[in-house]
Each structure stands twice: as structure tokens, then as C-alpha cells.
């Protein structure tokens, strides 16, 4: 398939030159378009944006030494897979404007050694060649853009396709119709794990948990729609809180480096998604720079889950993490309703 992208004559990629994320940021500055890197680096809500990162710069991880740390186990446990990691990507459109193999290169890279990657509802590729492409599991994120007939039709190529699960995306104002007897609709239509993407709140995770949701995605979109929102770290910790467990928690935004992952993984989530941080690597040097990207994060998460005297993802409780004061202080952190 040839698609008319931006792209185009840029020479191949050195990746051993790339050798830390904020490599592969400056070189997606050097090499995009401005308007293509500053679309999806920037976002209308600025305020959300930074919002997402100052949140988490001020959180510290607790450093414990002398507990046998050399083997760290990473697998995550969601909806019935094993996943060799907790670090998946966010379904993100527009792919052939960053890399000529777009989604496929996405699907590829990220999927080797059967990491997850979510699939974004306007994805430029047939679901069913997407899904060929994949080596490993596959979510689809859910856009409702037509009549529940529209959906059934999407849903039928969904599993054509070979998905592990789908996310129906409730942030986005053109879907501003949508109620909860939506979905319910949808749970009801679909044969495969189902979860909702952009939850905030904890009245919000009520009322998902209540429909019979199979996960929870606590999302602001990267600070790309509403303005001067929460950061999600902030979100995630009112709504582990409500939903203890039940179900597995899914976060994403500002998220950028392998600790960030940690100290979302310490505060109640699943499984951490990386959006923009893996779009450098895809811009980079397609599906090649994919892997690279997550292999550097998964890393980071490793070595400083040693460093904190950690060795299982899954378990890490939240007293390692530390909220920090504007004089640089860090105190235990208060877990709301506890
Ligand atoms: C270029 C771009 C396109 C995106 N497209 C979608 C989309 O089609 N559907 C969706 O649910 N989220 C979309 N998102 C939001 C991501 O899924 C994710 O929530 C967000 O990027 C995570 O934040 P981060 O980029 O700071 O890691 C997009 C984000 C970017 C940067």
C-alpha cells in the first residue's frame, strides 16, 4: 500500500547513535515536519500537558539496598494474557505521517517478544493486515463514528483480525452523544475483553465498574483535549482506590521514562502506555525504532526496580513512592478514602 506521506527521502537511522529517549525526541524535532512533530508533541491543552509531567516529577522512588535484586520479573497479568511487560503503546492516528509503514511498523516493533499494542480506531491499514503484522497480542481502540450497525460492522473485522481485547475511547467530543447505555450496548454485542479509555474519576470508575467493564484506562490523551484537567497520576491514585483490584488498571499520558512506569506501577496500575515517547522511535526508524524505544524504557524500569531493592513488578506497593514537597522534601503519600 502506498500512502502520500511526509516522509520520504530521509536517510536511514544509525540506531546505535540513538542511545536514550530524549535522543530519539530531538532527532524526531530534527527530521518531521514542525507542523507534524509540534501536532503531536503539543496539544491543545498545554495546561493538561505539563499538568501530566509536573505530577510525576514530584514523586520519588525509595531506594532499599542488599536484598538480592538481580532477577526482576516483569510480566503483567491483564484480561487473562501474560504479558512479558507492563509497558504497552497508546493507539495513536495519523501513522504514515511519522513513518511510510505506519501502523504496521507500529504493530511490529512493539509487539516483538509479545508486547501489547493498541490499535487506534482510525488506523490508515485494514484491521485484518494490521493483525497479520502483529507477532504478539493487539488491542483496538474503539472510536464510535457511525450507528450501532457502524460498530457491529467494526467489531466483525476487530476479530477477523485476531484482537485480544478492544477500548472504546469516551474522551473525544465527537462522540458526544454517547451514554452509558452505549455502553452497555457494546458490552453486550462483544466477545472479547472490553474496557473504556479516558476515565478520570472516581464516580466515572464507579459507574464503569458497575456496566461490567473488563479494564479501566485512566487517561487525559496525552493532554490533547480537556484544557487544565488533572494529570492522570493525580486520577490514578482516587481511582485504584475505588476499584481495589477488580479489575486491572490501565494508565497513560506524560508517561517517559522506565520510572514513570514504576510509579504508576506502585500506585495501583496494570499496565503503563507509552504514546509520543514510542512515536519518536516509529519516526526514527519504523518498527526497528519501536523495539529500540521499549527495550530502552523496559531498561529503566529494570535497573532502577533494582535500585529500589524491588524485584516483581506486579507487586510493588505504594509506600515506596514519596510525594515531594516544593522545598524537595518527600513525604508518605495520603491514599485518598484510606
Ligand atoms: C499523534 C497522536 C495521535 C493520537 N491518536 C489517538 C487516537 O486515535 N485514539 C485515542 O484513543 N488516542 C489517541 N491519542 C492519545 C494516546 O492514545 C494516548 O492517550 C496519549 O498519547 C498518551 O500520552 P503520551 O503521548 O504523553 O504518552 C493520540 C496521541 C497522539 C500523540
Redo the contacts with the bound molecule.
Sequence with gaps: MSHAVAEMARPPVDLTELRTLAMFEEHAAAVLPLDVFAS?SGGPSVATLER?RQALRHLAIEQRVLMNVKTVDTRAYFVGMTLPSPIIV?????LPRFHPEGDLALARGATRHGGMTVV???CTWPLETIGAAATGPLMF?L?WLGDRDWVSEKLQRVYAGGFKAVCL?VDADTQAGLTWDDVDWVRAQLALPFGL?GIMTAPDARLALDRGVDFIWV?N????RLDDGRATIDALLEIAQVVRGRVPLIV????RRGTDAMKALALGATLV?????V?WGLAAAGADGVQQVLQLLHDELVINMKLAGRTVTSELPPDIIRRVDSAGFAQPIRLPGA
Design positions: 503531536a501530566n497508546s493507539p495513536m492516528d495519523g487506534a480506531g482510525g481502540q472510536d475511547a479509555k487517561s490523551h496525552g493532554g490533547r497513560d499520558s506524560g508517561f502506555a507509552f504514546g509520543r515517547t512515536l
